[in-house]
């Protein structure tokens, strides 16, 4: 038995700091936290000093069981998490919960998981820092007290199973006014000028008007004027400039680059920059720090002289904006800056060299730059034209790397030719072009993420699973709207002619932007209405900085949440009591048939439609709001459209053919076979012919192409690309091969070739129990019975599980059916007395 015992918090950690340490340590993993607040009541006692109740998950029994009978035998326990509020938490829990001896238990921090780094932490080892778990105490219990009482008093008063968190609502409130902004939004028309010349020598460039004209009229009217005109060159300047590199990455400038020019989700970020740490790869990922430190900067200095030069090394230090920025880690860098790139997951590669070049870059010399302006003068106007130029003339750092940029709108200035003063120049054109303004624009993960970061509401480790909560609690969604063609103007002088022509542009895409669902705008308004102070910005910006004092041991956290809780209880009390049931209901008109109200609002499974109310004699009617719909945008008329469906359009080959409009979309019912109709087709006008169509396309796509073991093969194209389907079993086709001619030794191959991989992945199958064990993806396996799946982790050596165990394990965490008691006549004649 090992002399040490290291606990860290996953396995792929425990597996790299294992590389660095002799025989005497045994390194270990508690898989995240092992404790937390319980699951089904608040776990907090508010009626004294808000102490937490944590208890043991019944999933980390096992891993608690096995580090205490290794820290018992161990003479020496070193905890190892993170370096920040959440790793420091797990620590004190792991002392807490494993009762270790303090004389024999040590606390080490470090940034990155390299060989030196492990060993100065080991000898340099100190106590639990209490200021930094009450700061994540103080998270935990707040962010506990808001959602556990306000998501009641939303079911109650909005709709049964929704949530609300201190900074998810916040996060939604931003999206919700922003959509609000875009909504009201009036776009107004100009006309932006712009013109192409060339100099003597016959080297052409684009020149702009300074200004726009607000009519056409305007605009024609200054084309006219440059009828026969001459230009020259009225005035010419050159400038020296330089441009700097932006500092190495924190989590938030980690995930918006990512973002940008990866098209990664923040999560995803998050989750390959997990792995590139635990790896040993970068240091730690969750940090709001600048800074490198002197081990880093030597490291890039010299892989900077190595590659480029020593002309391209300029090693500086950066100072953070960040609010409230958290314990002082390291910015996000490499671990070995001579390794340029690394040999892992595609994904993480790309992630891995967009942080080198970043952290790199931020220690090269500026790019030296000569900026060129030119004003272009006429002989009929007083109006002069402008070109704006910019040469490298020492690149600097962007021989490595160049910033991303959110704004749409910005140029990209190019080289000007030579020119000199009253050079004579000759136009190819002049256009006057319809510009109109555009509204705000949504947000991405990333720009949310900014704007979190801009205001101080929530710290690096919250961004990705806020915006990832908002969205699988479905108050927002991701946008798939490819836009619509707004018609525009162009007037362009060619020659001695002005010529008129009708264009248009794309606009109003939301693809990949979040958009507030229904649900999440009534919510949003509830919330608001209700409980401003919880939605204020400065109030959420506020905690942060109280976090912030409790870690730095300026403030007493048990403080904190009685000051706060005095105020909050009793305004959740009396919502609860005395608000209106909120439901987003908008009055449309009258049903011409009935004479009823019509109205739209959220209903128990979603938006919907609804003619009457229940105050009416008959019942009212209802039809559920499709994709693409919304409370506040749908018109009466696309209301009272929706109860023309289902619609029966006639029959072939002896079945009923149905139009009708499901949650997935619109589509065709015949017989048992659903056909959803293209994108952007009207279901209202859909008839028999067309339905026909649709149906043959379908029996035709699902036709057998190949009969293999007595069995068809079928082909299709899904989320992921085009498949055979064989025996319920989906063969992914890859590019290699053409997949409209696919030949019959092809379809044999692939199939084959499916069919060996469903059995290699098998490790045992009990056919018997109807049980069998199979490998997983990231090292894992799963246990598998009928409809339960059981997820093991990578510590589990599935290839020594017995069935005895297995048995074991689905007992333990096979989900339990829910059994309905009965209610007594005496239990039901308490509770009449009580009310």
Same mark, same amino acid.
Do not use: C
């Given at each position: 038995?090992?002399?040490?015992?290291?606990?860290?918090?996953?396995?792929?950690?425990?597996?790299?700091?294992?590389?660095?340490?002799?025989?005497?340590?045994?390194?270990?993993?508690?898989?995240?936290?092992i404790?937390?607040?319980?699951?089904?009541?608040?776990?907090?006692?508010?009626?004294?000093?808000?102490?937490?109740?944590?208890?043991?998950?019944?999933?980390?029994?096992?891993?608690?069981?096995?580090?205490?009978?290794?820290?018992?035998?161990?003479?020496?326990?070193?905890?190892?998490?993170?370096?920040?509020?959440?790793?420091?938490?797990?620590?004190?829990?792991?002392?807490?919960?494993?009762?270790?001896?303090?004389?024999?238990?040590?606390r080490?921090?470090?940034?990155e998981?390299?060989?030196?780094?492990?060993?100065?932490?080991i000898?340099?080892?100190?106590t639990?820092?209490?200021?930094?778990?009450?700061?994540?105490?103080a998270?935990?219990?707040?962010?506990?007290l808001?959602?556990?009482?306000l998501?009641?008093?939303?079911?109650?008063?909005?709709?049964?199973?929704?949530?609300?968190?201190?900074v998810?609502?916040?996060?939604?409130?931003?999206?919700?006014?922003r959509?609000?902004?875009?909504?009201?939004?009036?776009?107004?028309?100009?006309?932006?000028?712009d013109?192409?010349?060339?100099n003597?020598?016959?080297?052409?460039?684009?020149?702009?008007?300074?200004?726009?004209?607000?009519?056409?009229?305007?605009?024609?009217?200054?084309?006219?004027?440059?009828?026969?005109?001459?230009?020259?060159?009225?005035?010419?300047?050159?400038?020296?400039?330089?441009?700097?590199?932006?500092?190495?990455?924190?989590?938030s400038?980690?995930?918006?680059?990512?973002?940008?020019?990866?098209?990664?989700?923040?999560?995803?970020?998050?989750?390959?920059?997990?792995?590139?740490?635990?790896?040993?790869?970068?240091?730690?990922?969750?940090?709001?720090?600048?800074?490198?430190?002197?081990e880093?900067?030597?490291?890039?200095k010299?892989?900077?002289?190595?590659?480029y030069?020593?002309?391209?090394?300029?090693?500086?230090?950066?100072?953070?904006?960040a609010?409230g920025?958290?314990?002082?880690?390291?910015?996000?860098?490499?671990?070995d800056?001579?390794?340029?790139?690394?040999?892992?997951?595609?994904?993480?590669?790309?992630?891995?060299?967009?942080?080198?070049?970043?952290?790199?870059?931020?220690?090269?010399?500026?790019?030296?730059l000569e900026?060129?302006?030119?004003?272009?003068?006429?002989?009929?106007?007083?109006?002069?034209?402008?070109?704006?130029?910019?040469?490298?003339?020492?690149?600097?750092?962007?021989?490595?790397?160049?910033?991303?940029?959110?704004?749409?709108?910005?140029?990209?200035?190019?080289?000007?030719?030579?020119?000199?003063?009253?050079?004579?120049?000759?136009?190819?054109?002049?256009?006057?072009?319809?510009?109109?303004?555009?509204?705000?624009?949504?947000?991405?993960?990333?720009?949310l993420?900014?704007?979190?970061?801009?205001?101080?509401?929530?710290?690096?480790?919250?961004?990705?699973?806020?915006?990832?909560?908002?969205?699988?609690?479905?108050?927002?969604?991701?946008?798939?709207?490819?836009?619509e063609?707004?018609?525009?103007?162009?007037?362009?002088?060619?020659?001695?002619?002005?010529?008129?022509?009708?264009?248009?542009e794309?606009?109003?895409?939301?693809?990949?932007?979040?958009?507030?669902t229904?649900?999440?705008?009534?919510?949003?308004?509830?919330?608001?209405?209700?409980?401003?102070?919880?939605?204020?910005?400065?109030?959420?910006?506020?905690?942060?900085?109280?976090?912030?004092?409790?870690?730095?041991?300026?403030?007493?956290?048990?403080?904190?949440?009685?000051?706060?809780?005095?105020?909050?209880?009793?305004?959740?009390e009396?919502?609860?009591?005395?608000?209106?049931?909120?439901?987003?209901?908008r009055i449309?008109?009258?049903d011409?048939?009935?004479?009823?109200?019509?109205?739209?609002?959220?209903?128990?499974?979603?938006?919907?439609?609804?003619?009457?109310?229940?105050?009416d004699?008959?019942?009212?009617?209802f039809?559920?709001?499709?994709?693409?719909?919304?409370?506040?945008?749908?018109?009466?008329?696309?209301?009272?459209?929706?109860?023309?469906?289902?619609?029966?359009?006639?029959?072939?080959?002896?079945e009923?053919?149905?139009?009708?409009?499901?949650?997935f979309g619109?589509?065709?019912?015949? &017989?048992?076979k659903?056909?959803? =109709? %293209? !994108?952007?087709? /009207?279901p209202?006008?859909?008839? @028999? $012919?067309?339905?026909?169509?649709?149906?043959?396309?379908?029996?035709?796509?699902?036709?057998?192409?190949?009969?293999?073991?007595?069995?068809?093969?079928q082909?299709?194209?899904?989320?992921?690309?085009?498949?055979?389907?064989?025996?319920n079993?989906?063969?992914?086709v890859?590019?290699?091969?053409?997949f409209d001619?696919?030949?019959?030794?092809?379809?044999?191959?692939?199939?084959e070739?499916?069919?060996?991989?469903?059995?290699?992945?098998?490790?045992?199958?009990?056919?018997?129990?109807?049980?069998?064990?199979?490998?997983?993806?990231?090292?894992?396996?799963?246990?598998?019975? &009928?409809?339960?799946?059981?997820? =093991? %982790? !990578?510590?589990v /050596?599935?290839?020594k599980?017995? @069935? $005895?165990?297995?048995?074991?394990l689905?007992?333990?965490?096979?989900?339990k059916?829910?059994?309905?008691k009965?209610?007594?006549?005496?239990?039901?004649?308490?509770?009449?007395?009580?009310?």
């Open positions: 038995m090992a002399k040490n015992l290291v606990i860290v918090e996953s396995p792929a950690k425990a597996k790299t700091i294992e590389k660095f340490l002799g025989k005497d340590y045994t390194v270990e993993s508690s898989f995240g936290h404790a937390d607040l319980p699951a089904k009541e608040l776990g907090v006692d508010v009626d004294g000093d808000f102490t937490p109740k944590y208890i043991v998950s019944k999933d980390k029994k096992d891993v608690v069981k096995k580090l205490k009978d290794l820290s018992m035998k161990a003479e020496m326990v070193w905890l190892a998490s993170d370096e920040d509020r959440e790793g420091e938490a797990i620590a004190w829990h792991l002392a807490e919960t494993l009762k270790l001896d303090k004389a024999k238990t040590r080490i921090v470090f940034h998981i390299t060989k030196n780094a492990i060993l100065k932490a000898e340099n080892p100190r639990i820092d209490y200021n930094l778990v009450n700061a994540q105490q998270r935990r219990v707040l962010d506990r808001v959602g556990y009482e998501s009641p008093v939303l079911w109650r008063k909005v709709k049964g199973g929704l949530s609300a968190g201190r998810q609502s916040v996060s939604v409130r931003l999206i919700v006014e959509e609000r902004e875009i909504t009201s939004f009036n776009p107004e028309a100009s006309y932006r000028i013109a192409e010349f060339s003597e020598s016959g080297k052409s460039f684009k020149a702009k008007l300074p200004k726009n004209f607000k009519t056409k009229e305007e605009a024609e009217a200054f084309l006219q004027k440059n009828i026969g005109a001459t230009f020259k060159v009225g005035e010419l300047t050159k400038k020296p400039a330089k441009k700097s590199p932006a500092p190495p990455f924190t989590t400038t980690l995930q918006q680059e990512a973002s940008r020019k990866l098209y990664f989700s923040v999560s995803r970020t998050m989750t390959m920059a997990q792995r590139l740490y635990e790896a040993g790869l970068i240091t730690y990922m969750r940090t709001d720090s600048v800074n490198l430190s002197t880093a900067q030597n490291g890039a010299a892989e900077i002289v190595s590659a030069g020593e002309e391209y090394s300029k090693p500086r230090q950066y100072k953070g904006k609010k920025a958290q314990e002082a880690h390291e910015a996000i860098r490499p671990t800056f001579s390794r340029h790139t690394v040999n892992v997951d595609y994904d993480q590669q790309r992630l891995y060299e967009l942080i080198w070049k970043r952290a790199i870059a931020s220690q090269m010399s500026d790019a030296q900026r060129t302006n030119v004003r272009i003068e006429a002989n009929t106007h007083n109006e002069h034209f402008t070109a704006n130029g910019e040469m490298i003339k020492f690149e600097g750092f962007l021989k490595v790397y160049l910033e991303g940029n959110d704004d749409e709108d910005e140029e990209q200035k190019g080289i000007l030719p030579q020119m000199k003063v009253n050079e004579t120049l000759y136009n190819a054109y002049i256009s006057a072009t319809e510009r109109f303004t555009r509204p705000p624009s949504r947000y991405t993960e990333a720009s993420v900014k704007k979190l970061e801009e205001l101080g509401i929530g710290r690096p480790s919250t961004y990705a699973p806020t915006i990832s909560t908002i969205q699988n609690r479905n108050y927002v969604e991701k946008g798939a709207k490819e836009g063609l707004r018609p525009y103007v162009q007037l362009m002088l060619s020659g001695d002619t002005v010529k008129e022509n009708k264009l248009s794309k606009v109003g895409s939301d693809k990949g932007k979040l958009i507030p229904d649900v999440g705008v009534v919510v949003n308004d509830f919330l608001v209405n209700h409980f401003s102070a919880i939605l204020d910005y400065n109030f959420t910006a506020k905690v942060e900085q109280d976090f912030d004092e409790i870690a730095e041991g300026q403030e007493d956290w048990t403080h904190v949440m009685k000051e706060f809780y005095e105020e909050f209880h009793p305004r959740v009396d919502v609860a009591q005395n608000a209106e049931r909120e439901v987003g209901e449309l008109g009258e011409p048939a009935s004479g009823k109200v019509v109205s739209v609002r959220l209903g128990k499974f979603g938006p919907m439609v609804q003619i009457g109310t229940a105050d004699e008959d019942k009212p009617k039809a559920s709001l499709p994709p693409g719909q919304t409370l506040s945008s749908i018109t009466f008329e696309e209301a009272m459209d929706l109860f023309q469906l289902p619609k029966e359009l006639g029959n072939y080959k002896g009923t053919i149905v139009v009708n409009n499901g949650r619109p589509y065709v019912r015949f &017989g048992d659903f056909v959803s =109709l %293209p !994108k952007g087709e /009207d209202l006008e859909v008839n @028999l $012919d067309r339905a026909i169509v649709l149906i043959d396309e379908k029996e035709k796509a699902d036709a057998p192409i190949y009969t293999y073991e007595n069995l068809p093969v082909k299709g194209k899904g989320r992921f690309g085009p498949f055979l389907k064989w025996n079993m989906f063969i992914n890859s590019k290699k091969y053409d001619n696919l030949t019959d030794e092809e379809i044999v191959h692939l199939i070739e499916k069919k060996q991989k469903e059995i290699d992945k098998v490790i045992h199958n009990w056919e018997e129990e109807g049980i069998r064990v199979e490998k997983a993806r990231w090292g894992r396996s799963n246990i598998i019975q &009928g409809k339960i799946k059981i997820e =093991l %982790p !990578k510590t /050596d599935a290839t599980l017995t @069935l $005895d165990k297995v048995k074991d689905i007992e333990k965490n096979a989900p059916k829910k059994t309905t009965k209610k007594t006549t005496a239990k039901k004649k308490t509770t009449t007395k009580k009310k």
